[in-house]
């Protein structure tokens, strides 16, 4: 089926109390093995970039390679752009065709986040494409940007203003998690995370899910997360089977074998995480 947005596709989360998983991708091997792992459990399914991938190749060929599998099943998949680093870029990926676009303000002031994330919103309104932003700071890092520093944590008076100024679709919240790999298990402040859900009705956003506890994330799921992304564990899986493969055969030399051997593996780890979400059944 052709590409959807997430607009409909987090608001039915949020109605049933499940969430959408969102993977990153970052080849031809890994947007088969997400589409893939989302048909057999035929659960709806967001695949994402992030600036330093786009960069690597481009936003056209990424989009064609979802596009191309989207358009081989019958269960939703959106396109989305994760971590948007400016307007210019969420303007980009609009006009190559993704179908969900995430602009990332929140590396500047509270002002400044709003200024970009409501410019974002309204150009991508009149095409119903699906906006994402992001309030707090999500600690670790993600591509070249770091994680803030002091108090990180999203204020819900802050969340219930942003979210009014800048007619976002989905807001994605800092409560503890972060990018990459953790030193220790993230002590997530679920309490926080109600109160946002309390003052703020459109979808909420886990980012930083990689290593989090399942239990935790679940936990997150019932107070009111309807996406949540999942990156580094894709990624290490991927290498891990590459890595595997050619050690059992060095003197492969044909991609297609090594590459499939980390396939399987990105099979996986996404068809845990669809069951962790609850989205399994629901395409």
């Known amino acids: 089926m052709p590409l959807v947005t997430t607009k409909k596709m987090l608001l039915d989360a949020q109605a049933g109390g499940y969430a959408v998983g969102a993977f990153n991708v970052e080849n031809l091997e890994m947007v088969m093995a997400v589409v893939r792992a989302a048909e057999e459990l035929s659960s709806p399914v967001i695949l994402q970039t992030t600036p330093s991938t786009v960069k690597y190749a481009g936003l056209d060929y990424y989009l064609a390679m979802v596009r191309a599998a989207a358009e081989r099943t019958a269960i939703p998949v ?12 969420a303007m980009q990926a609009l006009r190559t065709g993704y179908t969900s676009i995430m602009i990332d303000g929140s590396h500047g002031s509270f002002e400044e986040n709003i200024a970009v994330t409501h410019s974002v919103a309204a150009a991508c309104a009149p095409s119903s494409i699906s906006v994402e932003a992001e309030l707090g700071k999500v600690g670790g890092k993600e591509d070249d940007l770091e994680g803030g520093d002091g108090n990180p944590f999203t204020d ?6 942003f979210v ?32 946002i859900r309390s003052v703020v009705s459109i979808p909420l956003v886990l980012h930083g899910a990689s290593g989090v506890p399942d239990e935790s994330v679940r936990e997150a799921i019932r107070r009111g997360i309807c996406k949540v992304n999942f990156a580094t564990e894709l990624r290490i899986a991927f290498s891990d ?17 090594y590459s ?6 990105v099979v996986s780890v996404v068809k845990d995480k669809i069951g962790l979400c609850g989205s399994a059944g629901k395409a």
């Open 164 to 195: 009014a100024r800048t007619g976002v679709d989905s807001l994605a919240i800092a409560i503890g998690t972060a990018h990459g790999l953790y030193k220790g298990v993230p002590k997530l402040d679920f309490d926080r995370l109600s109160a």
């Open 241 to 257: 089977g590459v890595k595997a493969y050619l050690a059992r055969d060095p003197e492969v030399f044909d991609p297609k074998k």
């Open 156 to 161: 819900p008076a802050q969340a219930q203003e």
């Open 260 to 265: 499939k051997a980390g396939m399987e593996n």
């Open 78 to 89: 959106a396109m989305h752009l994760d971590h948007g680093e400016s307007f210019d870029l």
